[in-house]
């Protein structure tokens, strides 16, 4: 296990490596739904997190895949190619901010009932989520600034409201 996620850091740190912050951000969501799932009782709210820490691993991948098919795109000079894909990666950060916002709230939920000695892994759980939630919305941000279409930001914007 430890191989792995060494093998992972060092793809992050290689310059030129598609791993950047979208994944990391999915990567911490993933991180905070597993410790609450870890210290959820409740066998439905530890299975929703379950379904939240599995589709945040599955857009770790996805965010690296899709940015460097959007950036592939502008060395083509394909820029229709490029707003699709970078519309794709905005969608995916999305659910990297939902999700986040999702499990910030079960962690405010799970406080009731947490005993004071695990309470230091809940903070970290609201920590990790609260990162992810952060890179997301700067990401979306620099993704809507990118696409500069006016109509697809009001529609994103809406959705991280809602």
Not at 20 to 41: F, I
Not at 109 to 134: E, V
């Amino acid at each position: 296990m430890s191989e792995s996620i060494e093998q992972f850091l060092d793809e992050a740190a290689r310059r030129g490596s598609w791993i950047g912050g979208g994944s990391l951000a999915a990567l911490s969501a993933a991180l905070s739904a597993a410790l609450l799932e870890k210290l959820t009782p409740a066998p439905q709210a530890a299975r929703r997190l379950r379904r939240i820490r599995r589709t945040c691993t599955a857009l770790i991948r996805r965010d690296a895949e899709t940015f460097a098919k959007a950036i592939n795109a502008t060395r083509a000079k394909s820029p229709r190619a490029f707003h699709r894909l970078l519309r794709q990666a905005t969608e995916v950060q999305v659910q990297v901010f939902v999700s986040a916002r999702t499990i910030e709230a079960a962690c405010r939920r799970a406080s009731r009932f947490i005993t004071p000695r695990l309470q230091s892994d809940l903070r970290c759980a609201l920590a990790f989520a609260a990162a992810a939630k952060a890179s997301a919305s700067a990401l979306i941000r620099t993704n809507l600034a990118w696409l500069n279409h006016p109509a697809t930001a009001a529609r994103v914007r809406r959705r991280l409201r809602a």
